[in-house]
């Protein structure tokens, strides 16, 4: 009860007049890999927020900086990778300047979990699941019992659909897709608020990736969770997400809720990505991509990182940024091209 | 009717288990993966059949047994209706100009110490396609030319590592046009590659395949793409054929009850289509020991009862080339 009171004092205090706050908010994060041939812009200015219960897509070729974005929240960078600039708040704290012991107690798995790409091979094969999990629980949470973590999994198991007296299996004794599962029963060990899953999609087959994609969007309502999702595969966030944003080359060229997004994409690399994807059902028409490949992240190209590749681009393009606007309420855009 | 260039007649493949030498010494029983089992197939000139299903169906295997890159455990390839099932390597030679396949990884195909213009040449070189230096250099030049790797006189220096990941799907492509072949397997080409250069490989694939007028076999996972690309498409599991079809008779008039699984667990790119039903529950079973009866029926939402799981489904023929293999459509059981 007493800590309930500090923390809502303590949130009184930062919000005076009560403003409303979402649960993650990120802004100007600027996240660089230092290397021999010079820093690799893998994040650039990025801002975004997300609120209680939402979920929010993150699209993007390989080498983006998709995955960087997460591995900053969590601030699990490689040794190389660093945080040059930015502020990442989850409620009121600001994950980029808390110590190591502080986000191992009060951020990661607590508030922040994160489901790794490829969970088929994340899990170590020489450990039983059980013992995995109680460690990732006892890490974060050590004031819990062995017996109690062990009740805990047995509830989450059965959450994710996998019979509990599974959990003390080798993870080799399990399928793709229940891998898959274990895995999320993992990340949601410590009852983050946040869960981002990390191409949860890729590496299983379109059966088993349809019941994960199913399972997630369910614990997403049953636990009011929030979720960001992070893949190439712009179907799978039309089906799970509520907003979307477009990365390219560290930026993120576009971010608004995905109807608008999908129905009325603004800038033109949204416009390519989402012509490059197939539809199944719809008539049969003449894929469109988009000439060229992404650009060198050590070297990204000047003003707009896309002109190389644009077909609207101006000589302005070449010369200046176009700044991040919000064209109408939640859709950010930056390009040129538009609001002129 | 166009002619047809490649047939299968009920292929199949079983790859033997290695046992331990104590389970050797008690059990007679060989063990082996059923990775193709009984499947029949053929593609006309000019036609392109997407051969489409989950990891571990027999995709792979199938492309390769069709260019007999692997002998077949037993059926019958017939290549323009000349039996190719048991020939050797010297007997092969000769086809193999009219039979190529394009890989699933362009980073691992391609020798990293040969330039483009040694990879696209050799195998004018080795099947002795070509009669002088100049006839090969003009071949590789059209070819790189159709690839729109150009100028060529650019390219033929470059290495592996120097290109893109789409460049050197495209040499890996003209690599396998470059014989100006019949017939062409390409697995899984476009799967490495980002989602913004995907399309311009298949479009590109597809204007050889045009401009060629050849066989063209599609292996992939991806339905989406297979609609788009190909004329027909041909739906595995376990090793098995369940339906084939034009590609509009999958998508929209699926029978099997696999396939119409398949369709509705594709994710749709719109949002105004929101719909996740997943109508099958768990996994491809191990094509080691697959089901008895119909493979599909321990996943089946239609299963009808004990014949699934005891007689093998007939390959029956819907009319207009659409094939099924599935007991809710034979005459004789509804009766």
């Known amino acids: 009860m007493l800590k309930a009171y500090i923390t ?5 205090k930062q919000n005076p007049e009560g403003k409303h706050m979402p649960l993650l908010e990120v802004k100007n994060l600027t996240t660089y890999y230092s290397t021999r041939r010079g820093p690799v812009h893998a994040v650039e200015n990025i801002s975004f927020s997300i609120e209680k219960a939402e979920a929010m897509g993150l699209a993007g070729e390989s080498g983006c900086g998709k995955t960087t974005i997460a591995l900053s929240l969590l601030r699990i960078l490689p040794w190389n990778g660093k945080i040059v600039e930015g502020r990442i708040s989850l409620g009121d704290k600001d994950i980029t300047k808390m110590k190591e012991d502080e986000l191992r107690k009060e951020i990661r798995w607590t508030g922040i979990s994160l489901i790794f790409q490829g969970a088929m091979n ?12 109680v460690e990732a629980i006892r890490t974060h949470e050590p004031h819990v019992k062995k017996r109690e973590a062990k009740e805990r999994i047995a509830k989450l198991f059965e959450m994710v659909g996998i019979e509990p007296s599974r959990a003390k299996n080798y993870p080799h004794e399990f399928s793709g897709g229940m891998r898959q599962r274990a895995m999320i029963a993992m990340a949601l060990a410590c009852n983050p608020s946040l869960l981002i899953a990390d191409e949860p999609g890729t590496a299983l087959d379109v059966i088993v990736q349809a019941q994960v994609l199913k399972l997630i969007s369910e614990l997403k309502n049953r636990l009011s969770l929030s979720i960001i999702v992070i893949t190439h595969d712009l179907s799978i966030i039309s089906e799970t997400c509520d907003k979307m944003a477009i990365m390219y080359a560290g930026k993120i060229v576009e971010l608004g809720d995905v109807m608008s997004l999908f129905k009325k994409p603004l800038h033109p690399y949204t416009q390519g990505l989402i012509s490059a ?10 894929m469109i991509s988009i000439p060229g490949s992404p650009p060198n992240l050590l070297n990204p ?5 896309f002109h190389p590749r644009c077909s609207h681009a101006m000589d302005g393009c070449v010369k200046k940024e176009p700044a991040f606007v919000e064209i109408s309420p939640g859709h950010y855009v930056a390009c040129h091209l538009v609001g002129r | 009717m166009e002619e047809t260039i490649i047939r299968a007649e009920n292929i199949k493949k079983w790859f ?3 046992t331990g030498f104590f389970s050797s010494l008690f059990s007679r029983r060989e063990i082996s993966v059923r990775a193709v089992d009984g499947i029949n197939l053929e593609i006309r000139k000019g036609e392109i059949l997407g051969l489409a299903g989950e990891s571990g169906s027999g995709k792979t295997t199938t492309g390769r047994i069709l260019v007999r890159l692997i002998e077949p455990t037993s059926g019958k390839i017939f290549f323009k209706n000349n039996d190719i099932t048991h020939l050797d390597e010297s007997g092969m030679k000769p086809l193999r100009q009219h039979m190529q396949i394009v890989f699933q990884d362009p980073y691992e195909s391609l020798n990293p110490r040969m330039t483009v213009g040694d990879i696209v040449s050799e195998p004018l070189k080795v099947l002795g396609a070509a009669k002088n230096e100049l006839e090969i250099e003009k071949k590789v030049y059209t070819v790189l030319e159709d690839a729109e790797l150009s100028p060529p006189q650019e390219f033929i220096f470059r290495y592996p590592h120097e290109l893109s990941g789409g460049q050197r799907q495209r040499v890996a492509t003209a690599r396998a046009f470059v014989l100006n072949p019949e017939f062409v397997v390409a697995d899984e080409p476009v ?12 479009k590109l694939m597809l204007s050889l395949v045009q401009k060629y007028q050849t066989a063209f076999l599609y292996i992939t996972h991806d339905l989406a793409l297979a609609r788009h690309i190909c004329d027909r498409i041909a739906i595995m599991y ?6 084939q079809g034009t590609n509009e008779q999958i998508v929209f008039e699926p029978l099997h009850p696999y396939t119409r699984a398949l369709i509705a667990a594709v994710p749709i790119p719109d949002p105004s289509s929101k719909r996740i039903d997943v109508v099958i529950k768990g996994e491809i079973p191990s094509p080691v020991n697959p089901p008895s009866g119909c493979r599909f029926h321990t996943r089946c939402p239609s299963y009808i009862g004990n014949i699934c799981r005891e007689a093998e489904p007939p390959l029956l023929d819907m009319g207009n080339r659409h094939l099924v293999t599935c007991h809710l459509y034979d005459s004789k059981v509804k009766s």
């Not at chain 1, 170590?124 to 999990?133: K, L, S, T």
């Not at chain 2, 799967?191 to 298949?202: F, N």
């Not at chain 2, 376990?238 to 339906?243: D, F, Q, S, V």
Request: charged fraction near 25%; aromatic fraction near 8%; include cysteine.
């Open chain 2, 16 to 18: 033997p288990i290695k």
């Open chain 2, 191 to 202: 799967s490495m590659l980002d989602v913004s250069i995907r399309a311009e490989i298949l």
């Open chain 1, 8 to 12: 809502l004092y303590s949130y009184l």
């Open chain 2, 238 to 243: 376990l090793g098995k054929i369940m339906e």
């Open chain 1, 277 to 286: 994807f197939p539809n199944l059902k719809a008539k049969k028409q003449e």
């Open chain 1, 122 to 133: 994340a899990l170590n094969p020489v450990y039983r699941i059980e013992d995995q999990i």
């Open chain 1, 301 to 305: 190209p000047s003003g707009c990182r």
